[in-house]
């Protein structure tokens, strides 16, 4: 299975700012999975991207699939983003087994 | 509305005792799976099932079994050989496989064995 690493792990930001979070991964995939996970445990899928960009309202994902590597950006943040960020990867034979999981980045944005 | 439920939200267990975790989607989804999240850990695949009657394991499934009998339901048990059964488990299910699918998740149970 893949090992996904995000970092940073924690982050607290002022409203308004632009977010950054990093995903490296270390072998083949299908696809690559960015999830929100609020409070309350639900999760929910942002974005799932094979290949260069994908952007939602403030959200944009980005992918460099020669180096192993996504970035998932906030502009202009806002406090009710605060929630954990989720990597996750879908194998190179199409995700038919189930994601492999980073751990999660915990962002916090304060007003 | 289409989505995939989770019953209970909360369940607690004494040790010892089996327990089943229920997961229906009526999102008309040909693959689920069952993962388990804990404290500073990402989610790890416990079993997955890309068709009625069939399932695979995954990552974690010692201690854990399942069941497909109708393609909108995937209940998991975890059992008392499960060593530490105490976390929060995640339902969730896709178009199809064998190819990338969005994966959309219930709102999770959280159990607490003691």
């Known amino acids: 299975k893949n090992e996904v690493e995000q970092s940073p792990q924690n982050l607290t930001a002022q409203e308004g700012e632009f977010i950054t979070i990093n995903c490296s991964y270390s072998?083949?995939?299908?696809?690559l999975h960015w999830l929100q996970q609020h409070p309350g445990g639900g999760i929910v899928s942002l974005f799932m991207l094979s290949s260069g960009k994908k952007k939602h309202g403030r959200l944009i994902a980005t992918i460099n699939i020669q180096e192993k590597h996504s970035s998932l950006h906030i502009t202009a943040s806002h406090p009710r983003d605060s929630a954990v960020y989720i990597c996750?990867?879908?194998?190179?034979?199409?995700?038919?087994?189930?994601?492999?999981f980073g751990k999660g980045t915990h962002l916090i944005i304060q007003p | 509305d289409g989505g995939i439920t989770q019953s209970p939200k909360y369940l607690f267990r004494k040790e010892g005792q089996n327990v089943t975790l229920s997961c229906e989607q009526n999102?008309?989804?040909?693959?689920m799976y069952w993962y388990r999240q804990d404290p500073g850990q990402g989610l790890r695949l416990i079993y997955y099932?890309?068709?009625?009657?069939?399932?695979q394991k995954g990552d974690i499934a010692e201690g854990y079994s399942v069941s497909r009998e109708k393609k909108e339901s995937f209940p998991l048990t975890v059992t008392s050989a499960q060593k530490n059964p105490t976390a929060f488990y995640l339902c969730a299910s896709s178009i199809g496989s064998g190819y990338p699918y969005e994966q959309y998740f219930g709102p999770g149970t959280r159990l607490t064995v003691t």
């Open positions: 099932s890309q068709i009625v009657n069939d399932f």
């Open positions: 999102l008309n989804h040909d693959a």
């Open positions: 072998v083949g995939i299908s696809a």
């Open positions: 996750a990867v879908s194998s190179s034979g199409g995700g038919a087994d189930g994601l492999t």
